[in-house]
C-alpha cells in the first residue's frame, strides 16, 4: 500500500512469508546500489516506545552523536524500512508515522 503524503509504502503480508527478509534483501541491495543513500533498517521490537524519536534512537545506537543525527536527518537522502510492526499496538501504528515525522525527513 503506498500513501504519496506521507512518502510512504506499506508491505502486507501473511506471517512467515518473507516479508522481513525482503526488506533486509532491499535494504543491502540499495547500499550497494548507492553508496551516497543513507538506508536504514529498524526493527521495531528492538526500542521501547517506538512512536517517538524513533530514527534519533536508531542512529544512536549505530553510534552517531547528537549533531551527527541532525546532519544525516536534515541534509541526506534517507530511505527508512521499519520491520516488526506485530511488535507495536494498533494505536501506536497508526501513529508511527505522525509522531516520527518520518514524512518531514529528506
Known amino acids: 500500500i503506498r ?3 506521507t512518502k510512504s509504502i506499506l508491505l502486507l503480508g501473511e506471517a512467515a512469508v ?3 527478509t525482503f526488506i533486509q534483501f532491499l535494504t543491502l541491495d540499495l547500499l550497494k546500489k548507492y553508496p551516497d543513500l543513507s538506508v536504514l533498517y529498524i526493527k521495531l521490537s528492538r526500542y521501547h516506545n517506538p512512536t517517538e524519536d524513533l530514527v534519533d534512537k536508531h542512529l544512536k545506537r549505530l553510534g552517531l552523536s ?3 543525527i541532525q546532519y544525516v536527518k ?4 534517507l530511505v527508512i524500512f521499519i520491520d516488526d510492526y506485530e511488535a507495536i499496538d494498533k494505536q501506536q501504528f497508526k501513529n508511527l508515522i ?7 525527513l529528506n
Open 98 to 104: 505522525a509522531t516520527n515525522k518520518l514524512s518531514e
Open 74 to 77: 536534515a541534509h541526506l537522502p
Open 66 to 68: 547528537p549533531d551527527e
Open 3 to 5: 500513501d504519496r503524503k
Open 18 to 20: 518473507g516479508k522481513s
